[in-house]
T-cell receptor, first 115, second 110 residues
Framework: DTEVTQTPKHLVMGMTNKKSLKCEQH?????MYWYKQKAKKPPELMFV???????INESVPSRFSPECPNSSLLNLHLHALQPEDSALYLC??????????????FGDGTRLSIL | QQPVQSPQAVILREGEDAVINCSSS?????VHWYRQKHGEAPVFLMI?????EQKGHDKISASFNEKKQQSSLYLTASQLSYSGTYFC???????????FGQGTRLTINP
């Protein structure tokens, strides 16, 4: 069991659907991240939130919309996704400190399939 | 820019040692190491911040050569539980984001 909880664990959706992925942590971390991971590939950073504000957007298509309603929650809203968006979506969190010196704690991910 | 890991895959017998390397063409502020088992979350192993720094816990240790912009992960007397894919993540000063290498798949056989 990880300390970062992601729901749902699996999601199948059509290209016209709207759905949301949720991530929750109660470790007091003020930095939260969304990553996308394809099979046999490393996690690729999508978004970084620092103190509930979006600090990094890695040129992610607008069909992915992140939201950080409070310091414990992170959402990823999905709309009009493409089949190539099928992947494992990982959420991570860390203490906000000097760049690079804080370990990231990952959730188990949401496995997303686009039909 | 993505760091380069080598080797891409390693197969060992239980009790053997392994070294995984991570190299970058850019000046690095830190190197993180994570292990991911199939179908599970990546798990943090260690962070190295200073040139020449070495860290370790249990029989897994790592070094960071700042001049060469290279880090190495050492697994000693490997156990079955060490199987998985190992990722290094590198961070440039001020970037506040990790870029992961392509991963090294480690298989430990009895």
């Amino acid at each position: 069991d990880t300390e970062v909880t992601q729901t749902p664990k699996h999601l199948v959706m059509g290209m016209t659907n709207k759905k949301s992925l949720k991530c929750e942590q109660h470790m007091g971390h003020r930095a939260m991240y969304w990553y996308k991971q394809k099979a046999k590939k490393p996690p690729e950073l999508m978004f970084v939130y620092s103190y509930e504000k979006l600090s990094i957007n890695e040129s992610v298509p607008s069909r992915f919309s992140p939201e950080c309603p409070n310091s414990s929650l992170l959402n990823l809203h999905l709309h009009a996704l493409q089949p190539e968006d099928s992947a494992l979506y990982l959420c991570a969190s860390s203490h906000q400190g000097q760049a690079g010196n804080q370990p990231q704690h990952f959730g188990d991910g949401t496995r997303l399939s686009i039909l | 820019q993505q760091p380069v890991q080598s080797p891409q895959a390693v197969i060992l017998r239980e009790g053997e040692d392994a070294v995984i390397n991570c190299s970058s063409s850019k000046a690095l502020y830190s190197v993180h190491w994570y292990r991911q088992k199939h179908g599970e979350a990546p798990v943090f192993l260690m962070i190295l911040l200073k040139g020449g720094e070495q860290k370790g816990h249990d029989k897994i240790s790592a070094s960071f050569n700042e001049k060469k912009q290279q880090s190495s992960l050492y697994l000693t007397a490997s156990q079955l539980s060490y199987s998985g894919t190992y990722f290094c993540g590198t961070e440039k000063l001020g970037a506040q984001k990790l870029v992961f290498g392509q991963g090294t798949r480690l298989t430990i056989n009895p």
